[in-house]
């Protein structure tokens, strides 16, 4: 695994559940779905239509699969010059989590961040959904943000379409974005607060 000194306390303790739960011997097929995309960065387009997204519609976005190491898989999403956002996808026992990294460009956390929950689905789904969990939603509480309560979040792939796409779902609210994985691009830089890669 990589691991920072910049990780919230919080976080760390997710690392700590996830190295010691038990570890499932052959790779699920959600995580053998991701492998080949590993260390490649692609291009992605918002297919929904909600006005709260047409900051990111009118900007390049990128996805780069940093690093699949076992069980534990790091997605930067980068929008325009905003290297901010990293998806966190960890395999707890015989489940999925997903975590958002969000930081500032000095590499600190911001307010919002580490959010997110453990899928509600098979890990052998090749579309994993995550319902906030609680500390999620008190983290959203405390930030004044209890609309959020209600997050789905998706990951989904299905390499016979050459897909991958992420989803926010909550009630009158819906963000996807696709990406295209037969056209791989240039890797973009190292997100906000991670080490360029060797």
Request: negative net charge; glycine residues 4%.
């Amino acid at each position: 695994m990589l691991f920072r000194t910049a990780v919230a306390p919080a976080f760390a303790l997710l690392f700590t559940a996830c190295a010691s739960a038990p570890v499932a011997e052959t790779p699920s097929a959600f995580e053998t779905a991701i492998a080949p995309l590993c260390g490649k960065a692609f291009e992605g387009r918002i297919v929904t239509t909600d006005a709260a997204d047409d900051d990111w519609r009118a900007q390049r976005v990128v996805m780069h699969v940093r690093s699949c190491d076992p069980r534990y898989i790091t997605i930067p999403l980068h929008v325009g010059e905003d290297h901010s956002r990293t998806w966190v996808l960890m395999q707890v026992g015989n489940d999925w989590e997903l975590r958002h990294d969000h930081r500032h460009d000095d590499g600190s956390e911001d307010a919002l961040t580490q959010y997110g929950g453990f899928a509600s689905t098979d890990a052998d789904a090749l579309r994993q959904e995550f319902p906030a969990d609680q500390a999620t939603k008190d983290l959203f509480d405390r930030e004044n943000i209890p609309v959020s309560k209600t997050n789905v979040w998706a990951v989904e792939i299905d390499p016979s379409a050459n897909l991958f796409a992420y989803e926010l779902k909550r009630p009158n609210r819906f963000l996807r974005v696709e990406f295209d994985t037969s056209k791989p691009v240039a890797l973009p830089p190292a997100p906000w607060g991670w080490p360029p890669l060797d």
